[in-house]
């Protein structure tokens, strides 16, 4: 079993914040080899800051993953914003934890490697994720209702 070192960083003036267990449960299940990571939850002046950074794209987005190493042994970071999670579940009719779940599994795969920018990469990720959320009890992340 492949053990996990995470550190979370509350940097949100949001309420409704899942808990740092809630985050090591969910990091936990997606990991597939020994993982050492920090999640930091930030607003939305620091999400877009840092989306433009790195990304070139001046907005805030849902979850950035920062990649330190590669297997066989992961570090990195990922940065969830809270404002926009907490948009996205309002607008897709979704549990907000059940989104953080969601986009915490999302940032885990990026450590591991896997992307979603060619289409067969994205269904390959898309069906990893969907595995992980519905075994911890969630319904599948990819079904808008």
């Not at 897709?92 to 896997?114: F, R, S």
């Amino acid at each position: 079993m492949p053990t996990l070192n995470l550190a979370v960083q509350y940097a949100s003036t949001l309420n409704d914040l899942p808990s740092r267990s809630q985050f090591r449960l969910w990091a936990k299940a997606a990991i597939r080899v020994d993982t050492e990571a920090a999640i930091r939850i930030v607003d939305e002046a620091e999400g877009r800051e840092l989306n433009k950074a790195y990304r070139g794209k001046d907005y805030a987005t849902n979850v950035l993953t920062f990649p330190l190493t590669e297997e066989p042994h992961l570090m990195g970071d990922i940065i969830i914003c809270a404002p926009v999670v907490a948009a996205e579940a309002l607008a897709q009719n979704k549990p907000l934890e059940a989104h953080y779940a969601h986009l915490t599994v999302h940032g885990i795969l990026h450590l591991h490697g896997y992307d979603h920018e060619v289409e067969a990469q994205a269904e390959l990720m898309e069906s990893l994720e969907t595995a992980i959320i519905t075994k911890l009890g969630y319904a599948n992340p990819y079904l808008i209702t």
